[in-house]
């Protein structure tokens, strides 16, 4: 009685009562309990349709191959192969398994990255939304109606502002400059190099101390730099239109003031208020205001320009500061209210400002244009007393010695030292061949170092209009773009913060355990 199923004698017979075929009982009550139907005819088939059968002890008689010695060795033989295939079809089922798994968990981490930038973004976009501009109230002194200004300029729906409707700068404004310019120039008389000033030895000797990426992997640049020399903390202007103030000290993150929509062109420390100026080519300065749980809120949004804004400078009072435009006009705005008091319109063949910076006393401010030509103007009666030309191609960067006594200019030539005294450019120094452009250049605090970037970072021990300047120290770029866009000492030249068309700020000095030389 073999059973329809298998085909084997079966152990415990039972027939159907509906078809009369054989079963074993084990293998019919495992079909009927996951089919319920007879698996030779697909009739419906219960456990009720089956009838036991009784029969004697049934002796399995000993198959051929197991009645010899070579004959069981051949059937381990066949039962021990078909082990190992069963083995190896298991194993390539698990690595099949595990590669499934690894492609899910990599999509899952993809998925998740996707989601957290899509919510930063989503963030970010909230952020700027609320950041709504204010209302600025207008100076008493003008006569222009409240409802057709805003921040101190009337709104045109032409390109371009009229510098018509700013109230100006007033005498009490231009008295408080002065009186500024003659407590800081008698000071400047004593003036004296602070015993602490890193060495030129000591900075023959920095090295990359650290990297620290800061900005968006998307969207890499560090466009501009400046340094609280107070708290000794940085801030970074970069493509991604973000600015990031951090600390140096701790390595960490303070705060990434978002709201910009294109990249960040300048950026400069208040450090009076504890607030920060960014200016960007969307047109438009924020003045960003420090709170003390280190957060940073945009007071105010100035959109005064009609394009591109490329610089911002802050004046000694720390109560006024001056943007500059690639429209071709400067705005000198009141930093308590965010009201532009006066916008100075350069001329036509200017093609625009590139560059400024406030004479360390504040009297005088230097612009850089795009027709190679620098501009000196006098704060008070915003008038332009001379123009230092020479440089090919646009400025484009401006730094005023703290001495008081030197102006270096930044161009696509190279760099050019002027001597205020006499109105003249007195040494020019070319780090770079006629290809490869400079694109910073700024004196440290002391006015003992410049700083040149270009294709690779350079440090200049200053000098005077007669000896030279010397290179003390060069650094390639180790962004591996090629192009260092800003670079600045800390306080003392302890350090230098440098900045390039990658993520990272880079910090250089002594390495750690070597003692400044006393």
């Known amino acids: 009685m073999n059973c329809s199923i298998s085909g084997e004698v079966a152990e415990e017979p039972v027939v159907s009562r509906n078809s009369g075929l054989l079963f074993d009982k084990r293998l019919i009550e495992r079909h009927i309990s996951e089919y319920g139907k007879c698996p030779v005819t697909g009739e419906e088939l219960a456990m009720d349709d089956l009838i036991p059968l009784k029969s004697g002890k049934i002796v399995r008689p000993r198959p051929m191959q197991a009645a010899s010695i070579p004959g069981m060795l051949n059937i381990f033989q066949i039962e021990w192969d078909a082990l190992m295939l069963s083995h190896f079809s298991l194993e390539k089922q698990l690595h099949t398994a595990r590669e499934e798994l690894s492609h899910a968990l990599y999509q899952h981490d993809a998925a998740c990255r996707v989601i957290a930038r899509l919510k930063r973004e989503r963030d970010e976009a909230r952020s700027m939304l609320a950041q709504s501009e204010r209302p600025i109230p207008m100076s008493t002194s003008t006569s222009v109606p ?79 730099l400046d340094i609280n020399y107070t708290k000794d903390i940085i801030v970074t202007g970069g493509v991604d239109s973000a600015a990031v103030i951090f600390d140096r000290s701790s390595g960490q993150i303070l705060a990434t003031l978002s709201g910009h929509s294109k990249k960040v062109t300048s950026v400069k420390f208040v450090t009076r208020d504890d607030a920060v100026l960014t200016a960007s080519t969307d047109k438009t300065v924020r003045i960003w205001e420090g709170a003390e749980d280190g957060n940073y809120t945009c007071k105010h ?156 970072l350079r440090v200049y021990q200053v000098g005077n209009v007669r000896s030279d300047w010397e290179c003390i120290k060069s650094w390639p770029d180790l962004s591996g773009t090629g192009k260092i866009t800003s670079a600045k000492f800390g306080p003392d030249a302890k350090y230098l913060a440098v900045g390039s068309m990658d993520r990272n700020l880079r910090i250089f000095g002594l390495p750690e355990g070597t003692a400044m030389e006393s």
């Open 301 to 456: 949004t100035l959109r005064d320009h009609s394009e591109e804004v490329q610089a911002v400078t802050v004046h000694a009072t720390n109560n006024y500061f001056v943007t500059a435009s690639s429209d071709c006009t400067w705005c000198f705005y009141d930093l308590a209210s965010g009201l532009c008091l006066q916008q100075v319109k350069g001329k036509p063949e200017d093609k625009g400002f590139t560059s400024a910076a406030f004479h360390p006393d504040g009297l005088i401010l230097a612009t850089g244009t795009v027709t190679e030509n620098v501009k000196i103007w006098d704060v008070k009666s915003q008038a332009s007393v001379t123009q230092f030309a020479g440089h090919k191609g646009a400025i484009t960067a401006v730094s005023f010695s703290e001495n008081g006594y030197y102006l270096a200019t930044a161009a696509y030539d190279g760099v050019r030292l002027w001597d205020l005294r006499k109105l003249k450019n007195f040494r020019v120094l070319s780090p770079y061949n006629e290809d490869t452009p400079t694109n910073s250049v700024e004196f440290d605090h002391s006015g003992s170092y410049l700083t040149v970037g270009g294709s690779d």
């Open 146 to 224: 409240m409802e057709a200004v805003s921040n101190g300029v009337v709104e045109n729906n032409d390109i371009g502002h009229e510098p018509q409707s700013c109230p100006g700068i007033s005498e009490e404004i231009v008295a408080e400059i002065t009186e500024c310019n003659l407590s800081l120039s008698n000071q400047r008389k004593q003036r004296r190099i602070p015993p602490t000033l890193a060495g030129v030895n000591d900075v023959k000797n920095y090295t990359q101390l650290a990297s620290h990426p800061l900005h968006k992997t998307s969207k890499p640049g560090i466009v501009s």
